[in-house]
């Protein structure tokens, strides 16, 4: 499972620049820009410090990529032809 964010496209459309934000997170720009590149998830604190910047919720942020898998259904096979003698 992988994490998805929105902090690039939230941060521009606040028209935050990269050091503002990362001041208001105690983190560095570079640190925001590994973020907005999917390098580095924040920790706890930094993602609700980052949520408050940007007046939003965190789970506006970043979301977990659904993990779910379809599993194949299971059908019975049915034989064709005469069943052959066991040796």
Do not use: C, W
């Not at 050091?19 to 604190?45: C, F, H, K, S």
């Not at 939003?56 to 299971?74: A, G, M, Q, W, Y």
Request: glycine fraction near 6%.
């Amino acid at each position: 499972m992988g994490t998805v964010n929105h902090l690039l496209e939230l941060r521009q459309k606040r028209g935050i620049g990269a050091v503002d934000l990362a001041a208001a997170a105690g983190v560095t720009r570079q640190t925001i820009y590994a973020m907005e590149a999917g390098n580095y998830v924040p920790n706890t604190v930094v993602a609700l410090k980052l949520a408050r910047a940007l007046d939003v919720k965190v789970e506006d942020l970043f979301k977990i990529e659904d993990d779910t898998r379809t599993i194949p259904e299971s059908l019975d096979a049915i034989l064709l032809g005469e069943p052959q003698a066991a040796y």
